[in-house]
């Protein structure tokens, strides 16, 4: 798990380094001293494996090589875009500047984010006196209770109040599940996908369009045809390449993949024209297996939410879904 600090203070930094070093040797920190650089680092790993989020306001001018200097931005800067992102993590402002201090604190708390506010003094005194016993508290609070169900429900606020699309909110409650799963930064090893059936009765549309099924649909043509080779998988839990009634050439290729386990769910929407599709999860790691008792419990809660995301979008009154479902043929 990591620790997320903005914080251009080389005194301030290793004072934070040493003190959670010493006490909370299993977090590790991320130190930016320019928001875009920590805005650029986040959007590619996503705050699913964040426990803490501490942000300053004032930023000095950071010098290049050619002698100009950059504008790393301020603590307001960064609290506009952790608006814009699901409230994953506690967060913490600690800035001695009064006005910019309470700027981030109303950004945050109107858009549902946990916050706390220190002001910093006598040097880096602060920092364990006030700072970490905060830290602690609330990273010890945030990983007892911060489950799938908690994460998505964070995921489903944030992307609703943003208007985003329903594939934008299937695709993170997704990324959100892989993280969970495999513990990691960069969940590679699980893939996670959502297929739907159209009105002819075909699978068309596939949320995200990576992963191992984006990878056979160049072996075997179509989603239809793929659905076909998995049928006997569907709704039946989670199987080992062994267990799996397919053809020898989809057996070759899954082995090719490296998968391990494959398990087909089905989601269910009942809205104004039923909404039916495939939720599609394979593991290629021994270290994650499918079948284990929380893997199960991310899997559900995660189908509960696409269901939720789902119904939310064909229901939404005086809108037309931005979703949208092919037409059957006359």
Sequence with gaps: MRLIVLEDNADRQNEMQRIVGDRMPQYSFEFFNDVAAMIERLDTTGLYD????????????????????????????AAKWFAMQPALAPLIVHTTNT???????????????????????????????????????LVVAHCASFGMAACGLQILKCNWRMG??????????????????????????ISIQLYYLNSDDEFTQLVPKD??????????????????????????????????????????????????????????????????????????????????????EILSDLKTLLELSLLYEFQRPKEKPTLTRPKKKV
């Design 164 to 189: 985003n699309t329903a594939n934008q909110v299937l695709t993170e409650c997704i990324r959100a599940a892989r993280y969970q799963l495999v513990e990691s930064a960069t969940p590679n090893l």
């Design 211 to 296: 992963g191992v099924l984006g990878q056979m649909l160049g072996i075997f043509l179509n989603l239809t045809v793929l659905t076909m080779e998995l049928e006997d998988a569907i709704g039946t839990g989670p199987k080992t390449l062994e267990e799996l009634k397919v053809s020898s050439q989809f057996q070759e290729e899954l082995k090719t993949a490296n998968v391990k386990e494959i398990q087909i769910d089905v989601i269910q929407v009942p809205a104004a024209e039923p909404i039916q599709a495939l939720m599609v999860s394979t593991s290629q790691s021994e270290n994650a297996p499918l079948n284990s008792h929380r893997s199960q």
């Design 50 to 77: 964040v426990a803490l989020i501490s942000l300053d306001h004032d930023l000095d001018l950071i010098s290049s090589s050619d002698g100009s200097h950059i504008d790393p931005g301020t603590g307001v800067d």
């Design 99 to 137: 006005l910019g201090g309470d700027r981030m604190m109303d950004i945050l708390l109107e858009c549902g984010w946990h916050c706390s506010r220190i002001v910093p003094y006598s040097g880096e005194d602060w920092i364990n006196e006030s700072w970490f016993p905060l830290v602690r508290k």
